[in-house]
């Protein structure tokens, strides 16, 4: 998922489907191709923005996961568009779970830390977490207790929450509290989470 070649290919394919396309058939080796075609796209939703107002988002979640998990030929976070050429009605979102990511072009990064182009991610409120559990449509339904030991057991994470919530789906017919009892409490750290559900499947 990392590599530079497949993030682009997917966006540009994204973005056809969308009704901004470039050029003829993608080809999904050559980088040489993919950028400017990427930002051949990126100048169309700039004029798109103009004549509609309609903003476009491109999220990119999980970027603490190339360096930490993935060895990629050429990181895509090396090719992640300049600020200054991302145009006005177009904002591009990075999702990680650190600032500390060493193949950032220096102008990205800079960006980065500043304050202002931060938004961290609080923990769910208590009645945040109930409503979403509520909205799983679980069955049987978690009684006030077990909703409430959901909410101890995920922290109010929403990661962490919706691998409870999967994990009850995916268990119809089995017992709640047995369910909850083999759950791991998240303590901020969302890799002992993982390793636990690695555990699990082994």
Known sequence: RGEAVNFLHDVLLALDRLGFQVGGTLSREDLNLLLPRFHEQLRRLHEDYHQSGRKTII???????????????RTLLKDLPA??????GVYIVLG??????R????QVRTQLREPSRQLVMRHLPRAAVVSAVSAAGLSPEPNRGELERIFDLSGGHPLALAYIINQVRGSPGANL????????PFNDRIDVQYETHWLAIE
């Open 177 to 184: 509290g047995d369910l909850l009892d083999a759950v791991e």
């Open 96 to 101: 990680s779970q650190t600032d500390e990511l």
């Open 103 to 106: 193949d950032l072009p220096p």
């Open 59 to 73: 999220v990119v979640d999980g970027l603490d996961h190339i360096a930490r998990e993935q060895s990629p030929q």
């Open 83 to 88: 600020p200054t050429s991302v145009p006005e």
